[in-house]
């Protein structure tokens, strides 16, 4: 099975080692033929804590780490 990697904006770093990234995607909805734009957080492991609110990151799907935490910070795109 492959690993997902998606591309958000950090809005959250608070935690020790742990960012909250939001994630915006669009789809065509099936039956309205709308174009819909849906958002989701996901906690992401940063090990170095480097990581600021407003940077853009890609993050890739791992073991869980913890309860909440089943991603990992890939790169720093901005």
Known sequence: M???ILK???VKNNRNKTITVL???????PVLKKV????K???AH?????LKVGD????????PISKQKKF???EVIQ
């Not at 994630?23 to 909805?29: F, L, N, S």
């Open 2 to 4: 492959t690993k997902k």
């Open 23 to 29: 994630v915006e995607r669009k789809y065509q909805h």
């Open 41 to 43: 957080k996901y906690h």
């Open 56 to 63: 853009k990151v890609s993050i890739i799907e791992t073991n």
């Open 36 to 39: 819909i734009k849906t958002k």
């Open 72 to 74: 990992k910070v890939l």
């Open 46 to 50: 940063d090990e170095k804590n480097l």
């Open 8 to 10: 958000g904006k950090v």
